[in-house]
């Protein structure tokens, strides 16, 4: 499947992409664009991706991710019908309330009609 086809189906998707990426230096073209694949497609579906540099970092950054993916909340909206194949972006945000509790949003950035 080319990059462009796999964007496409995770667009289709109801999946989110948790990545670790464990890279060294290369010289191939492919492997170099490795890391900003991994950042993208984290992004596309909302999820994570996290660089490590040495794996003793591993069991330390699995625990923070199962932590993260714990304390995680699922929205849900059903749409108005519209156009078969057309992308449909959507912009989710938090209202500030009276806490102080630091909360981050991964929301995916749209999605395209069934």
């Known amino acids: 499947m080319t990059e462009r086809e796999l964007r ?3 667009e289709e998707e109801d999946v989110q992409i ?3 990426g464990i890279h060294d230096s290369s010289d191939r073209v492919s492997e170099a664009r490795g890391p900003w694949i991994l950042e993208d497609l984290a992004k596309i579906t909302a ?3 996290h660089t490590v540099r040495n794996l003793g970092e591993l069991p330390e950054l699995a625990a923070k991710m199962r932590l993260a993916l714990h304390e995680y909340y699922i929205l849900s909206y059903r749409p108005p019908p519209g156009l078969s194949g057309t992308f449909r972006r959507i912009n989710v945000q938090v ?3 009276a806490t102080a509790a630091r909360v981050w949003v991964y929301a995916r950035r749209g999605y395209r009609m069934p």
């Open 95 to 97: 209202a500030r309330g």
């Open 18 to 20: 948790h990545a670790i």
């Open 8 to 10: 496409r189906r995770i």
């Open 47 to 49: 999820g994570q991706h």
